[in-house]
């Protein structure tokens, strides 16, 4: 049962790393023969003491760093004589040697205390004030003070939710901390995770809380029963379960204390806002690389902004950001050389282990003369490269435009017609598009590289094409929609999906229109996150739509699509399209059609803005020509 669940929630977001019982006995041997394995209840400053493991090396000839690993997820098998199957983020980490410590955060599984989703930092403490980063601190002052043979340096990494006890934990640094790697960190639970612009992560956020929401009475070794969705079709279930507001009734019962709160607390008001690490990311003196996925729509904001912060912030540290071509976690988990339909031609995720991931470590912890990253170390997907920065986003950008045009067309001109053009769809959250077109309960790691015909196909799904690209075109930094629309209702949310569409001679293969990137936003959320207001109806109303960074080449003979919709489901929940002041307590006769329109037209001119990376003199007139 715990093996299963452990899966599950993997499957379900949120996740911690990915090595199941059944990794290859001979990884398990070798720690056991190399480590020995103890465990400590280490006090903190408030007198509540954190379940801690703690793998030391045989080798007594020299001293080791400590590499930290703080987690919600347990920190299991529990008892001296059960080792884990894992110790580092890969293999390599166990044969250079560390000592490998890994923490029950406090009031989870053997840790004392009350556990408190994304704790708020607090800025000035008294000196029994604690947050995630005194809780850090405490921990590497009793670590290097008591585990023997120690070289006096520390360093923490962690995927997702332990990413963010990376981010945590090096504020006001302890002077031992010197190399942090917050892989897929949560920055701002607003937009990581449960949000994105104010849309709710229906599927995820259930299947995560539905079990590791569960109250704990006691320490404990053991996860929560995992919840029976009874069916294996997640669109269905979420579907027939109707308004959020049947979610308490039917199954939670009100146990769930975080859905609670999250239900109480729709807008971007002080409850999340004190969830926001990001402004408190401050005097880090440890060097730190941030590492994410271009595909990992779960945590793209949270490594995108964790390095942005921390650069502005801590102007003389060692900050790099590596983003490559993964999903969440997908850098150690996988060989990264595929994802779903795309294929990238070589191991991704080995060339980053082999190169940067140890050596960024043994760099900072053992004076090794290794290769540490350059500033941004990014993966051009579509031309399937690694490239070097020394600013993310790059410098030399052109800023572009691409306009939505009558009859489904994306040109670099906007319309000249006097004409207030627009095109119309009928959205119905009583049959939602589809984020996915796989069958399942848990997120689809691969839907980002779906071939989107099976959602440019409905009728709720504008479509907008350019012509064939004559000229290889590369986008790079920020990415924003700027819409005009317009509802016969008092609410509505927009998807907006970049793709890139291969020629017609692929159309037998498997990446044929894949989305590069893809968001949606709550309309009530267009001028203020924390005030949402409704839509006037028949009113044409702008709206702007952040799309987070990308780096992508669309090779010569592609083409660039644009799709909009209007749900996404169950990746997001659905939109009533009635205005209520908290969807959580929409009910059913709120849930109504809604006749949608997005304009084209020159007061009105809907587009997506841009940059064009290294642009050539002599290939840009090609280019210009094809989207005139």
């Not at 923490?103 to 053997?110: A, L, N, S, Y």
């Not at 779906?450 to 790079?476: C, H, I, M, N, W």
């Amino acid at each position: 049962m715990k093996k299963a669940l452990f899966l599950f929630i993997i499957a379900s977001g949120l996740c911690s790393i990915a090595f199941s019982a059944d990794e290859p006995s001979k990884r398990v041997q070798y720690i056991r023969s190399h480590y020995a394995k103890y465990e400590y209840m280490i006090p903190m400053r408030d007198g509540v003491k954190l379940f801690t493991s703690v793998y030391i090396p045989y080798d007594k000839s020299t001293s080791f760093p400590i590499l930290l690993y703080r987690t919600p997820y347990s920190v299991g098998p529990y008892g001296v004589s059960k080792y884990k199957s894992w110790l580092g983020p890969v293999e390599e980490f166990e044969k250079d040697g560390f000592i490998f410590v890994f923490q029950d955060i406090r009031g989870k599984f053997m840790s004392e205390g009350e556990y408190v989703n994304m704790r708020p930092h607090i800025e000035h403490k008294g000196p029994n004030d604690i947050d995630e980063s005194t809780d850090t601190w405490d921990t590497i002052e009793w670590l290097i003070n008591n585990v023997p043979n120690n070289n006096g340096r520390v360093g923490m990494w962690g995927i997702s939710y332990p990413g963010f006890y990376c981010t945590a934990g090096m504020i006001d640094s302890h002077p031992a901390l010197k190399a942090v790697s917050p892989q897929a960190p949560i920055g701002d639970w607003f937009w990581d995770d449960m949000h994105h612009h104010g849309a709710f992560t229906l599927g995820m956020s259930f299947n995560f809380f539905s079990s590791f929401g569960q109250k704990r009475d006691s320490l404990t070794t053991r996860w929560p029963e995992r919840f029976e969705h009874g069916t294996p079709d997640g669109y269905q279930f979420f579907l027939d379960l109707g308004p959020l507001a049947n979610v308490n009734e039917r199954y939670f019962k009100d146990s769930i204390k975080f859905w609670n709160e999250m239900t109480q607390h729709p807008n971007y008001d002080q409850f999340w806002q004190a969830r926001n690490i990001l402004p408190h990311l401050k005097n880090i003196k440890a060097a730190v690389m941030t590492v994410g996925g271009w595909f990992d729509m779960e945590d793209l904001y949270g490594p995108l902004h964790t390095y942005k912060f921390v650069e502005k912030q801590n102007p003389d540290i060692k900050n790099s950001l590596v983003m490559g071509p993964w999903s969440h976690g997908g850098w150690t988990r996988r060989k990264g050389i595929e994802l779903g339909d795309l294929h990238f031609g070589f191991e991704t995720s080995k060339w980053f282990q082999e190169r940067y991931l140890l050596s960024f470590f043994t760099h900072y912890l053992k004076d090794k003369p290794t290769q540490i990253p350059p500033e941004a170390l990014v993966f051009e997907t579509g031309a399937n490269r690694w490239r070097e920065f020394a600013h993310w986003p790059p410098q030399n950008l052109t800023p572009q435009k691409l306009y939505l045009m009558p009859g489904g067309k994306l040109c670099l001109e906007p319309v000249q017609s006097a004409e207030n053009s627009y095109s119309e769809y009928i959205s119905d959250p009583h049959n939602p598009v589809p984020y996915t077109k796989t069958i399942g309960i848990g997120w689809n790691k691969h839907y980002m590289t779906e071939d989107q015909r099976f959602a440019g196909r409905r009728p709720d799904v504008l479509v907008y094409t350019s012509d064939v690209l004559k000229s290889d075109l590369t986008l790079a930094g920020p990415l924003q929609a700027s819409l005009f629309v317009s509802t016969d209702q008092s609410s509505a949310d927009w998807v907006v999906k970049l793709i890139d569409v291969y020629p017609d001679d692929h159309a037998d293969k498997p990446a044929h229109q894949i989305m590069i990137r893809g968001e949606i936003f709550r309309g009530r959320f267009r001028n203020s996150y924390e005030h949402p207001e409704p839509f006037v109806p028949g009113r044409i109303t702008p709206v702007t739509i952040a799309l987070q960074d990308i780096l992508h080449t669309f090779p010569r003979g592609h083409r660039i699509m644009i799709q909009i919709q209007s749900s996404w489901f169950p990746l997001f929940d659905r939109n009533p399209q009635t205005y209520v002041e908290n969807i959580f307590t929409a009910q059913e006769n709120d849930f109504v059609k809604a006749f949608h329109r997005i304009y084209h037209s020159p007061d009105h001119s809907s587009h997506l803005e841009f940059n064009i990376f290294k642009r050539d003199p002599v290939t840009e007139v090609n280019y210009f020509n094809t989207l005139k």
